[in-house]
């Protein structure tokens, strides 16, 4: 019997040591509780922590690789005017490449280029560097700024001298050019000096580039080009601006990705 009691006795010693912790309320049940939900909690905070910090990555490498993609290799254009029909129709979408601009391979003329057009076309503004310009120059992002660019084709190289016959053509350094493969119509004015480079810009303001050599002949610097559209009466280009400074080029048009198809016409049935 004395040996049973004392196997008993712990027992109810502890049973008096856990009455008295209920009694002075030191139970570790209510603290584990509080433990598990702060783990909850700060794990859920660290979820979330993380979900952001890869978003962010995830943009931030998305922006780097568009940025790299439009500066070093090409970007998506439309055509917005009818300044180069019939190669070229409304809404056409292309690819303007750039790899053979930062190669450094020369500008060809016949080339089709897009560029940024001289401040005096745009009047008097010329491309702004601040910071969310130059993110939509870079990125091509529709919420974002972006710069006004044409696309003509290459007439005159530097130290070409350049002449336009109504009703004849382009003469380059004496001779016609053979533009009947892609041009709409044959030129109706006359360009043979400096002065006669005149006209009305985007903002419809009269502009006359050269009016302080106005009798000089029409010879392209260097490091300039002569540009124009394929609808050569219908397009805003040299023959209004002058002449175009390469460091404005953007790229070469490459391929045409999207044309939109007109439906066919059907002759009307004949009644009898």
């Not at 053979?178 to 009269?206: A, C, H, M, W």
């Not at 300039?224 to 050569?232: A, E, S, T, V």
Request: aromatic content about 6%; some cysteine; hydrophobic content about 35%.
């Amino acid at each position: 019997m004395q040996s049973n009691h004392r196997l008993e006795e712990p027992t109810a010693q502890d049973g008096s040591e856990q009455s008295r912790d209920e009694r002075n309320g030191n139970t570790t049940e209510p603290a584990k509780k509080s433990m598990n939900v702060e783990t909850q909690n700060s794990d859920k905070v660290s979820m979330v922590k993380g979900l952001f910090r890869e978003g962010i990555e995830l943009v931030v490498v998305t922006l780097i690789l568009l940025i790299v993609i439009r500066l070093c290799i090409g970007e998506a254009r439309y055509i917005p005017s009818a300044s180069m029909e019939p190669t070229l129709q409304i809404n056409d979408r292309l690819i303007v490449e750039k790899i053979t601009k930062n190669l450094g391979h020369p500008i060809q003329r016949g080339d089709i280029l897009v560029f940024y057009p001289p401040p005096v076309e745009m009047g008097g503004v010329d491309l702004k560097n601040d910071p969310l310009t130059l993110l939509g120059r870079w990125t091509g992002l529709p919420f974002l700024p972006n710069d006004a660019a044409f696309i003509k084709r290459v007439v005159g190289l530097p130290g070409d001298h350049i002449r336009i016959q109504q009703g004849a053509g382009v003469l380059v350094n004496g001779q016609l050019l053979d533009e009947s493969g892609y041009i709409k119509e044959i030129p109706n004015y006359d360009l043979n000096v400096l002065g006669d480079i005149q006209g009305r810009n985007t903002l419809g303001e009269f502009i006359h580039p050269y009016d302080k050599r106005p009798n000089d002949p029409i010879i392209v610097p260097a490091g300039h080009l002569f540009m124009m559209g394929d609808n050569r009466n219908n397009s805003e280009d040299s023959h209004v601006w002058g002449f175009l400074d390469e460091k404005r080029v953007i790229g070469r048009a490459w391929v045409l990705i999207w044309r939109r198809l007109n439906p066919p016409t059907y002759p009307p049935i004949l009644s009898e």
